[in-house]
């Protein structure tokens, strides 16, 4: 079945800029959206945006201006990028498949990694 | 865009049913039928546990169930159990196509 596994840095310095991936295992990354989101220690989810497989994006509102989301299906990979970053990007970063077509969810999803923005 | 709001915290003794809330408006939960909920354990990702309002992947016990009124959509579980003391998150597409998650709730097995 479908994986996904994120990778990239565990700590950020603030105003430099947060990078990660998220490998796809198991099968294409084709035809499906890939989406990052993000759950800060002890509080809620945030949808954070999606790319889908041709390139076209989706962005949460409230972070628009800081974000770029992209796919390398070569690969099977696709990434984030989160500029200007502060104390309050600090979150676990989980990156997960939605259908565009039904069934409608987010999965699967991958286990998350965690990211410090401190000095 | 705002967060669903769902309540912080329910609560049910085992056997019992409980019922989650999650009120949006016309523009995300109120304009779809693509709700779905997330079930999530301390130290693990999300899982998904409804799809579009009412729909059980496979897997799911049928103890799980979901429904839709107007801009309110909740997630029933009955039988209350152990095992599903986790948070539960409510999720809904947007009229600007983009997503968004409920505040969550906490569930807790008396």
């Known amino acids: 079945q479908v994986q996904l596994q994120e990778s990239g840095p565990g700590l950020v310095k603030p105003s430099e800029t947060l990078s990660l991936t998220c490998t796809v295992s198991?099968?294409?990354?084709?035809?499906?959206?890939w989406s990052w989101i993000r759950q800060p220690p002890g509080k809620g989810l945030e949808w954070i945006g999606f790319?889908?497989?041709?390139?076209?994006?989706s962005y949460n509102p409230s972070l628009r201006s800081r974000v770029t989301i992209s796919v390398d299906t070569s690969k099977n990979q696709f990434s984030l990028r989160l500029t200007s970053v502060t104390a309050a990007d600090t979150a676990v970063y989980y990156c997960?498949?939605?259908?565009?077509?039904?069934?409608?969810?987010?999965?699967?999803w991958g286990q998350g990694t965690l990211v410090t923005v401190s000095s | 865009q705002s967060a669903l709001t769902q309540p912080a915290s329910v609560s049910g003794s085992p056997g019992q049913s409980i019922t989650i809330s999650c009120t949006g408006t016309s523009s995300d939960v109120g304009g779809y039928n693509y709700v779905s909920w997330y079930q999530q354990h301390p130290g693990k990702a999300p899982k998904v546990m409804i799809y579009?309002?009412?729909n059980r992947p496979s897997g799911v016990s049928n103890r799980f169930s979901g429904s839709k009124s107007g801009n309110t959509a909740s997630l029933t579980i009955s039988g209350l159990q152990a095992e599903d003391e986790a948070d539960y998150y409510c999720?809904?597409?947007?009229?600007?196509?983009?997503?968004?998650f409920g505040t969550g709730t906490k569930v807790t097995v008396l």
């Open positions: 198991g099968g294409s990354i084709s035809n499906y959206y």
């Open positions: 997960a498949r939605y259908s565009g077509t039904p069934p409608k969810w987010f999965d699967p």
């Open positions: 999720s809904s597409p947007t009229s600007s196509s983009t997503y968004v």
């Open positions: 579009e309002v009412s």
């Open positions: 790319v889908y497989y041709s390139g076209s994006t």
